[in-house]
């Protein structure tokens, strides 16, 4: 099993900065891909970015040239460097870790609110 822990959320304002955390535990050696989704009130679970573990990266085109990821192999951590946030970026965060047998770990989520 992965357990993942997420951190970093909060409420911000337009136009402002969130960096969220998320720390993998448990069966790391399994993990390869890791990522982020988010999923607003009423809609689907959506793919906001991921990172392989080589590093190649990809990213929803609503958060291109805002959003960052990066992970730390060595603390098998993820991050999600969010700037320039809207209000539709208002969601709970995913955290996720995609194993090399086919399984997708969760995190428990945490919430993205961007409001004045």
């Known amino acids: 099993q992965v357990q993942l822990v997420e951190s970093g959320g909060g409420l911000v304002q337009p136009g402002g900065s969130l960096k969220l955390s998320c720390a993998a535990s448990?069966?790391?050696?399994?993990?390869?891909?890791m990522g982020w989704y988010r999923q607003a009130p009423g809609e689907q679970r959506e793919l906001v970015a991921v990172i392989s573990g080589g590093g190649p990266t990809n990213y929803a085109d609503s958060v291109k040239g805002r959003f960052t990821i990066a992970r730390d192999n060595a603390k098998m951590m993820v991050f999600l460097q969010m700037n320039s946030l809207k209000p539709e970026d208002t969601a709970v965060y995913y955290c996720?870790?995609?194993?090399?047998?086919?399984?997708?770990?969760w995190g428990q989520g945490t919430q993205v609110t961007v409001s004045s």
């Open positions: 448990g069966s790391i050696f399994s993990i390869n891909g």
């Open positions: 996720a870790a995609m194993t090399r047998y086919g399984r997708t770990w």
